[in-house]
């Protein structure tokens, strides 16, 4: 089993409809979570760490659940912009892990 | 905030060469920094980790003589791939934190595409 694992889609979303995508880990004892996004041929860019309490940043909503060891990311009225990959990234010992991401298509 | 700038961008060049490649912290000091390589379609792959002062730590399966890298200070970090050869071809992305730990998000420069003809 990978330490982090991603569905790859691609998913293919109406734009304005609300989208989301889970990432489950392996490690139990991870402390630290973050999305990152990242664009064709660029560099990751961080979108937002997730707490345990969950948080919320404008239409972007992370949520950690540790009994099920995953975490989410909810997508709310999407844009043609947030056609991207969505990197999910766990710390595992003294490095952080990444997910081969989840490419996400926003169409008009 | 937490600006990491990496150069070149593009690099095209013949085998056998060896290429460098430059990560600076801009606005902040990076206490250790990452160096990943990405094929097409494929995860970030995490290289090594370097941090300030010390001998860089290698992940398994990366050669640490022909990845040579060099972290001479808190803001500036160095990777040398030496002799290139067309399947060293990739994107190669730096990253650098600011904690001391994994706890802290990686704030990543804009990566180098490596093209070894």
């Known amino acids: 089993r990978k330490e982090v694992e991603q569905d790859p889609g691609p998913f293919n979303v109406p734009e304005g409809a609300t989208v989301a995508f889970n990432c489950t880990y392996s490690n139990s004892a991870s402390q630290s979570f973050f999305w990152y996004r990242q664009d064709c041929r660029k560099e990751p860019k961080l979108l937002m760490s997730?707490?345990?309490?969950?948080n919320e940043d404008g239409r972007f909503t992370a949520q950690l659940n540790r009994a099920s060891q995953y975490i989410s990311l909810l997508i709310r009225d999407s844009k043609l912009s947030d056609s991207a990959t969505y990197l999910c990234v766990v710390n595992g010992g003294y490095q952080l892990i990444w997910g081969a991401g989840t490419k996400l298509i926003i169409k008009p | 905030g937490a600006v990491v700038s990496q150069h070149p961008s593009r690099v095209i060049c013949k085998s056998g060469t060896s290429v460098k490649i430059e990560c600076r912290s801009l606005d902040f000091q990076a206490t250790t920094m990452f160096w990943y390589r990405q094929f097409p379609k494929q995860s970030l792959m995490l290289m090594a980790t370097?941090?300030?002062?010390?001998?860089?730590?290698?992940e398994q399966g990366v050669e640490k003589d022909k990845f040579l890298i060099n972290h001479a200070s808190l803001t500036l970090s160095t990777l040398t791939v030496t002799s290139a050869h067309p399947e060293d071809s990739s994107f190669y992305i730096c990253?650098?934190?600011?904690?001391?730990?994994?706890?802290?998000?990686?704030?990543f420069g804009d990566g180098t595409r490596l093209s070894i003809l």
């Open positions: 370097s941090n300030e002062g010390s001998k860089a730590t290698y």
């Open positions: 990253s650098a934190s600011t904690g001391a730990t994994s706890n802290q998000p990686q704030h």
């Open positions: 997730v707490y345990s309490s969950g």
